[in-house]
């Protein structure tokens, strides 16, 4: 009996996960950034710290194209994005933008389905050694979006 629901506890284990992966219908969609708040803190060109602040009518102004095929395949204009966590009708990921030695930085985004809703936030560290250099910024941004589920 013991072996039994070990054996019905394993199989639960492997099944329940796939099932909630592939439980989200895929879907295209097309964006556009409504608002972004963020704060920026960076240094002048004599390393001076400059007042860090909070920005709340930032736009990038640019379209973002969202293609998700089921179980797991995600992509953000065109590049994979790593799913964290889904359930049905619900997506967590996040992307990490090309990187290079001088900065560190990662988009994640709430899909939400049911209300055809996107919103995203940004961690950005970028510069080195040298104070004139360094910048951090965080960013969330929500999205005005066309959903095609398939």
Not at 19 to 40: E, I, M, V, W
Not at 54 to 80: A, V, Y
Request: net charge positive; charged share 15%.
């Amino acid at each position: 009996m013991t072996k039994r629901i070990i054996g019905i506890s394993l199989l639960m284990l492997f099944v329940m996960p796939i099932h909630a992966q592939s439980s989200n219908p895929g879907f295209n969609a097309t964006c556009k950034d409504l608002n972004t708040h963020g704060y920026r803190a960076a240094n002048d060109l004599q390393g001076n710290s400059m007042p860090g602040g909070w920005t709340t009518s930032e736009k990038f102004n640019s379209t973002w194209q969202f293609s998700f095929t089921p179980p797991d395949k995600l992509f953000i204009d065109g590049k994979p994005a790593y799913i964290l966590t889904q359930n049905t009708g619900v997506i967590i990921a996040a992307e990490a933008p090309a990187t290079n030695s001088n900065s560190a930085g990662v988009w994640t985004y709430a899909i939400h389905l049911g209300m055809k809703k996107i919103v995203a936030s940004q961690v950005n560290a970028a510069g080195n050694f040298d104070p004139r250099t360094q910048i951090i910024k965080a960013r969330t941004t929500n999205f005005n979006c066309d959903f095609d589920l398939n």
